[in-house]
């Protein structure tokens, strides 16, 4: 069984258009993180959840807006896409139970986003 | 800038060789972590260090951490085909810090 899994894999949009990203995880973790990997290979925190609240928000701008229906799941939408949000965006969960990232963390297989 | 500096940006070796990679960050730490990332993946989590552990092994893998130089080292020996990958350290403050990772190549 896949422990953390994101759908979709490729997405490829315009401009302009709004999109979501959609995570789950099957590890029972408390915490959750999206991260964006650019073109050069560097990945970068964007914003992690602990139990359903928000805990770190990396200077992202608020186009991007993640929701946590449940511990399990936490999805990212992105509205009015820009060409430089083009990158590879990964989930990934850990079993930390206060608001610092510490223990190991579990990836997705990542989304790849590309704005035309 | 980017916290996590790793060193070399590349390496390339052949089977049976070791590989070296080096990584530096800026902030206190809890631990040090290293993942591997192979092409069009996700990262795999490889081995993680406590800041008051100067050495780890595991399998092939052996693990250094510095922490008056604020630095860690990846070793792999006897590399293998398998092993070409990315590899980067995560300094983990509050939050993981990424390095920019070191792209392996092994030779057959």
């Known amino acids: 069984d896949t422990a953390v899994s994101q759908t979709p894999k490729y997405l490829v949009t315009q401009m302009g258009n709004d999109k979501s990203i959609k995570c789950e995880q099957n590890?029972?973790?408390?915490?959750m993180y999206w991260y964006k990997q650019d073109s050069k290979k560097f990945l970068k925190i964007m914003f992690s959840y602990n139990n359903k609240e928000l805990i770190i928000n990396e200077t992202v701008p608020n186009r991007f807006s993640p929701k946590s229906p449940d511990k399990a799941h936490l999805n990212l939408h992105i509205n009015s896409l820009e060409l430089g949000d083009s990158a590879v965006y990964f989930c990934?969960?850990?079993?930390?139970?206060?608001?610092?990232?510490?223990?190991?963390?579990?990836f997705g297989p990542g989304t790849r986003l590309t704005v035309l | 800038s980017q916290q996590g500096e790793e060193d070399p940006q590349a390496l390339s070796i052949q089977e049976g060789e070791n590989a070296t990679m080096n990584c530096s960050y800026k902030?206190?730490?809890?631990?040090l972590q290293w993942y591997r990332q192979n092409s069009g993946r996700g990262l795999v989590h490889l081995i993680l260090i406590r800041s008051n552990e100067r050495e780890k092994h595991s399998g092939r893998l052996r693990v250094t951490l510095d922490t008056s130089k604020k630095s860690s080292s990846l070793l792999i020996t006897a590399s293998r085909a398998a092993d070409t990958a990315s590899y980067f350290c995560a300094a983990a403050g509050n939050k993981l810090t990424f390095g920019g990772g070191t792209r392996v190549l092994v030779k057959p």
């Open positions: 990934a969960s850990s079993q930390d139970r206060a608001s610092g990232g510490t223990d190991t963390q579990y």
């Open positions: 590890l029972g973790h408390d915490t």
């Open positions: 902030t206190s730490i809890n631990n």
